[in-house]
């Protein structure tokens, strides 16, 4: 178990972090994410994502103004999702991962919008820095959620690998997982967000490389610049499998009053698509903070193709 108390020796306030796994995550406690919180206590907690890359919160009474409220602490908040049309009402910056909304315009209950790993939203040329994602109806049982750790992908990739994976770029693009010719199938197409990035992204707070492969948005377009579809094709599928080793992850079992705040720029998680086959509702609400364009290891930033940046407030 590690305690951060001693690196805020003013504070009469001391968080539990206990980690989950070998490579990523841990669990907090000792804090009610209602708040106020004290400077001190952002801090720790700011402190504990950066070094574990994505944190858990239990038995947490919030609602969406708590959680947005929350957010704001750590950075500017987004508006809900870049083709995102029907956030809560009063709340333009939750987006709802709702079996329901996608039965109803997939026409099949799924237990996410996208069941593959990913990154969030990296067809945006400034993808989300990171994301909090609370639980409000779940399955009695499927439907965990898993994340990776990708600097430990790229730091255990071999000295010569990681040297050629420095220099590429990778296109990025949102694929649209909407009913044909449907509002959003709409709304994807007339403004699709593509960008290319850096495959290894430095980390502008820790220094540190992460692999930046984001299959979900990289699949769709399998382009490396500079290289034909079918190397690109080749080398894509070496990098998806690294950065989603197993001994990179932890699962995560979902529980009334759950909260999980990732970095979106260290990170790529999987929806485990174990629940929709049992007709069981799972609603969690999602947000989102502003992020910085990535850059890679000699410097050089992603580039916009088509959509535009994607800020908060």
Known sequence: MTELKDAHPFTDTRLDVVPLAGYIGAEISG????????ASVVEQIRSALHRHKVVFFRDQQIGHAEQVAFARLFGKVTPAHPHEDNPPEGFPEIFPIDSRRYEASLGRKRTSYDNSWHTDVT????????????????????????WTNLVAAYENLPKDLRNFVDQLDIKHQFNARAAEGSQRDRKVREANLVAWHPAVRVHPVTGERAL?????????????????PSQSERILALLWEEATRTEYTVRFRWAPGSVAFWDNRATAHLAISDAGHLDHDRVLYRVTLEGDVPKGVDGRESELVSGQPFYGS
Request: aromatic share 8%; proline share 12%; hydrophobic share 40%.
């Open 212 to 228: 930046f492969v984001s299959p979900g948005f990289t699949r769709g377009a399998r382009e490396i610049r500079g290289f034909s």
């Open 31 to 38: 804090v009610d994410l209602r708040g106020p919180l004290e």
């Open 123 to 146: 067809a945006l040329v400034n993808p989300p820095a990171a994301s909090i994602l609370r639980a409000h109806i779940l399955p009695p049982y499927g439907g965990d959620t898993t």
